[in-house]
Nanobody, 115 residues
Framework: QVQLVESGGGLVQPGGSLRLSCAASAGFIFSGYIMSWYRQVSGEERELLAT????ARIDSYLGRFIASRDNDKRMVYLQMNNLKTEDTGVYYC???????????WGQGTQVTVSS
């Protein structure tokens, strides 16, 4: 059973930083799953921020955000720097088996960037 729980969201001022975490449940082979970070801004499509294939192979699509994964801890992280008001939204992590099509989602964590 794949369960994901995000944490670390909150209210931050523009220019600040936040580190999001996503914990994966036991019971599946974490290293065999592609992990991703997405965000959804109100009224817009869910946006892919980073794809983490392995701890050494990570594709990040927004330069201010740095994604990482720790297979031993079954965790993924998203370090967000120089936050802007337009970064406000709900941030999700997801997991998809490398040869699969089903994507599992966490419940999301709210990030609000405001002065």
């Amino acid at each position: 059973q794949v369960q994901l729980v995000e944490s670390g969201g909150g209210l931050v001022q523009p220019g600040g930083s936040l580190r999001l975490s996503c914990a994966a449940s036991a019971g599946f082979i974490f290293s065999g799953y592609i992990m991703s970070w997405y965000r959804q801004v109100s009224g817009e499509e869910r946006e892919l921020l980073a794809t983490m294939y392995t701890p050494a192979r990570i594709d990040s699509y927004l330069g201010r955000f740095i994604a990482s994964r720790d297979n031993d801890k079954r965790m993924v992280y998203l370090q967000m720097n120089n936050l802007k008001t337009e970064d406000t939204g709900v941030y999700y992590c997801s997991a998809r088996y490398m040869s699969g099509t089903i994507e599992y989602w966490g419940q999301g964590t709210q990030v609000t960037v405001s002065s």
